[in-house]
C-alpha cells in the first residue's frame, strides 16, 4: 500500500518568514495530493489540493509543489502569521470512488512572534 | 449546516467494555472514513464506506466493527476495549472517494484505562 513520509515534525518559524513542508509518497498510481490543517482540538480542514497533472498550485500565501518524477511534494507557507500555528498533514490518494487518502505523520508549526 | 458530528465528544472505558461512537454528516456524501490519530503517527484509516451500502477495511480494522446505517450515518464499534485502542477518532465524509475533499468532525477522545 501507499506510504507517505512528512518532515519535518516541528518547525518553528519568525512571524513574516516562510515555512516549507516535505511529503514523499511510494505509490507511483497516486495522483491527488492534499494538504490538511489542524488547529487545537478541531478535526483537520483541506487548505489546498494539487493533482498530479498540475506542477504547483498556489492560494493566497499558500503553495504547494508536486514533482512526480522524485514522488515529492511540498506546502510553502510565505509571510507566516501567528494563526499558521497549527498541525499541518500532507496526504495521497489514487482516484476513483473507493480510494482512500494515507496521511502523513505530520508537521507542528510555531510561528513566533 | 452543521457539516459532519460526532457523538460523545469524551469517554472512559474499562478495558473490555463496548462502545459505540456515533458519525453523521447533513451534506449529502457518499464515501464515509472512520481514522483514529495517535501522537507521531498522523491519522490512519480503520474503515470506510465508499457508498451505502458497502464498507471496506482500511490500515488497522483489527478490533473495530463498522455499521453504515443510511445515507447519512457511519458508526464505529469496539467489542471488547483495550488500552491500545485509546485515541482520537474522527469521522470524516467526502462527497465520492478519497480523491475529493474530505470534511472532518471534531472528534472522540477516547481513554480506555
Known amino acids: 500500500g501507499e506510504n507517505v513520509e512528512q518532515h519535518p515534525s516541528t518547525l518553528s518559524v519568525q512571524e513574516g518568514d516562510s515555512a516549507v513542508i516535505k511529503c514523499t509518497y511510494s505509490?507511483?498510481?497516486?495522483?491527488?495530493f492534499p494538504w490538511y490543517k489542524q488547529e487545537l482540538g478541531k478535526g483537520p480542514q483541506l487548505i489546498i489540493d494539487i493533482r498530479s497533472n498540475v506542477g504547483e498550485k498556489k492560494d493566497q500565501r499558500i503553495a504547494v509543489t508536486l514533482n512526480k518524477t522524485a514522488k515529492h511534494f511540498s506546502l510553502h507557507i510565505t509571510e507566516t502569521q501567528p494563526e499558521d500555528s497549527a498541525v499541518y498533514f500532507c496526504a495521497a490518494s489514487r482516484t476513483g470512488t473507493a480510494s482512500k487518502l494515507t496521511f502523513g505523520t505530520g508537521t507542528r508549526l510555531q510561528v513566533t512572534l | 449546516n452543521a457539516g459532519v458530528t460526532q457523538t460523545p465528544k469524551f469517554q472512559v472505558l474499562k478495558t473490555g467494555q463496548s462502545m459505540t461512537l456515533q458519525c453523521a454528516q447533513d451534506m449529502n456524501h457518499n464515501s464515509m472514513y472512520w481514522y483514529r490519530q495517535d501522537p507521531g503517527m498522523g491519522l490512519r484509516l480503520i474503515y470506510y464506506s465508499a457508498s451505502e451500502g458497502t464498507t471496506d477495511k482500511g490500515e488497522v480494522p483489527n478490533g473495530y466493527n463498522v455499521s453504515r446505517l443510511n445515507k447519512r450515518e457511519f458508526s464505529l464499534r469496539l467489542e471488547s476495549a483495550a488500552p491500545s485502542q485509546t485515541s482520537v477518532y474522527f469521522c470524516a465524509s467526502s462527497d465520492r472517494g478519497g480523491d475529493n475533499e474530505q470534511f472532518f468532525g471534531p472528534g472522540t477522545r477516547l481513554t480506555v484505562l
Open positions: 505509490d507511483s498510481a497516486s495522483n491527488y
